[in-house]
């Protein structure tokens, strides 16, 4: 009997002690955006910082279409992956946007083993059974305990929180959510005339290899959205568009016409879009200042409408 007491106590203890540390590491760990809030979109992009410099949700709003921005910095095909999973899990969407510069990156690149990359993408994901997936696929197997078990990453955390009322406590420590400035667009101003001569090689018709690994992601991407009755739209934005971009440009649209996958190459649409590159680049031809994702926000807004809402 005695034995049993002490075994019941030391299970109870355990059991306090494991809820202890969840409930301390849920107030430590980062807020998650407020996209988790909502339960229905019509569109959701996803991608690298091409996705959130070229599509603005206000626009979108504009063509009575719900759409929230969730590319993240030079985010690698396996992270854009579980992002789609986790939320196609978490809420109701119509079409996912994939922007595609991110399946460009080559194997052995840099990115793939980045801390920020990674913890900028693991730093917006909620705790579910989807991030712990992915911090088995994405993360290297030494760093992956911090991930799985994060109260030492985030434990410094405590000096950020305002201890002066027990609801400023609460808000900042215990609300699941923070408010993303444009629903995860990165509204930039800045202008930088673009010095190269785009369109001169955007309809050239190489084809150059793509990282077998990406292509992997996106046959998953493709099979998840096919499981979830998603439609998934592929969309290239019209920068950059040098030779390589262009050429691996190419493949992926291959890809996309063998599995009757939409795409939009907006590197060839640059007269459509009346793109000004001495007015619509924020860095002289990398990414898009404010007025070029207008632009492109615009034409994928009536093009939405037309071909997936059957609004005109």
């Not at 690298?48 to 719900?66: A, G, H, N, R, V």
């Not at 696929?137 to 405590?158: G, I, M, Q, T």
């Not at 201890?163 to 800045?190: C, F, H, M, Q």
Request: proline residues 3%; negative net charge; aromatic residues 16%.
């Amino acid at each position: 009997m005695k034995r049993m007491k002490i075994l019941t106590k030391s299970i109870l203890f355990i059991i306090i002690l494991s809820i202890c540390i969840c409930m301390v590491t849920q107030i430590l760990k980062p807020q998650i955006p407020a996209f988790y809030k909502e339960k229905h979109y019509d569109a959701v992009f996803f991608g690298t910082s091409q996705s959130y410099c070229s599509f603005d949700p206000e626009i979108f709003d504009e063509y009575e279409l719900k759409t929230y921005n969730r590319g993240r910095q030079q985010q690698t095909m396996n992270y854009t992956y579980f992002y789609i999973k986790d939320a196609l899990e978490s809420c109701d969407i119509d079409v996912i946007v994939l922007e595609i510069f991110g399946m460009f990156y080559e194997e052995g690149d840099e990115r793939f083993e980045d801390a920020d990359i990674r913890d900028s993408s693991l730093n917006d994901f909620p705790l579910s059974s989807v991030r712990m997936e992915m911090i088995q696929d994405c993360v290297p197997e030494n760093l992956r305990w911090s991930y799985l078990f994060p109260l030492d990453k985030y434990h410094a955390r405590w000096q950020e929180f305002d201890y002066s009322s027990w609801s400023a406590l609460y808000n900042k420590a215990l609300y699941p959510y923070y408010e993303e400035t444009d629903r995860g667009y990165v509204r930039i101003k800045n202008e930088e005339v673009c010095v190269d001569d785009y369109w001169s090689i955007v309809f050239s018709d190489v084809r150059r290899e793509v990282n077998e690994n990406n292509l992997n992601y996106l046959e998953k991407i493709y099979d998840l959205c096919r499981k979830k009755g998603v439609k998934l739209l592929l969309v290239k934005g019209p920068l950059p568009c040098y030779d390589r971009v262009v050429e691996e440009t190419n493949t992926v649209m291959d890809w996309a016409d063998a599995h009757n996958v939409g795409f939009i190459n907006y590197m060839r649409q640059q007269d459509v879009l009346e793109m000004n590159f001495y007015t619509d680049s924020s860095d002289g031809g990398t990414h898009l200042n404010e007025k070029g994702a207008s632009r492109v926000s615009r034409h994928l807004a009536q093009y939405l409408n037309k071909y997936f809402f059957m609004k005109h």
